[in-house]
């Protein structure tokens, strides 16, 4: 029998510089904020409580994804995430007084 890899020899995992990702730091900056307008766009239009705290929901995640270090996320992106997450609290809170008016 032969084998194709010798049991003793490791081998080290290549280093970062040498890593090709299939993003670059400024393509998850655009995901994070694009999906995060999305989830604002949603928000504005559901119908439901339900739908507005999942639309909720999501725009948090995004902005806590953006609070991780090391990931190339930009201070400019965090800015705006957190513009939406601003924007996206009015428009729930707000849903919800009229809800509560008509009840």
Known sequence: MHRSKNLS???TPPIDAQRHPLLSDNDINTILVNGAQMSLSKLKRA??????????????????????????????T????QEIHKEATHVHMNA????????
């Open 78 to 81: 965090r800015e705006q995430l």
């Open 9 to 11: 020899h490791t081998e």
């Open 96 to 103: 919800n007084k009229r809800l509560a008016l008509k009840s």
């Open 47 to 76: 119908r439901s409580f339900n739908a507005r705290i999942y639309y909720y929901a999501e725009i948090g995640v995004y902005l806590e994804v953006s609070l991780s270090r090391g990931a190339g996320i930009t201070d400019e």
